[in-house]
């Protein structure tokens, strides 16, 4: 069973900076793609930025040029690095990691709150 944890979220100004990161652990297999969805209140969850074990990415139009995923494989943790934070980016912010073992299972994090608020 994966698990994993997040931690980085919080309450910031607008045009602000917020990193969040997301430790996965417990894997009998291999972690393949990572990434981050949100999710504001009352809409649906909505991917933000993926990475695949080869550094390849893939950004939500809304936050390309602003945030930047990465992640390292040794410690199994994806980042996102959030610049020029606007309110609309308020949401909880959701990780997964993709398991290969035989198939392909996704786990998601429990989420972290991000508040862009002056």
């Known amino acids: 069973q994966v698990q994993l944890v997040e931690s980085g979220g919080g309450l910031v100004q607008p045009g602000g900076s917020l990193r969040l990161s997301c430790a996965a652990s417990g894997s009998a297999g291999s972690i393949a793609a990572m990434g981050w969805y949100r999710q504001a209140p009352g809409k649906q969850r909505d991917l933000v930025a993926t990475v695949t074990p080869g550094g390849s990415t893939n950004y939500a139009n809304s936050v390309k040029g602003r945030f930047t995923i990465s992640r390292d494989n040794a410690k199994n943790t994806v980042y996102l690095q959030m610049s020029s934070l606007n309110p609309e980016d308020t949401a909880e912010y959701y990780c997964?990691?993709?398991?290969?073992?035989?198939?392909?299972?996704?786990?998601w994090g429990q989420g972290t709150q991000v508040t862009v608020s002056s």
């Open positions: 997964y990691a993709d398991e290969l073992r035989g198939g392909v299972r996704r786990y």
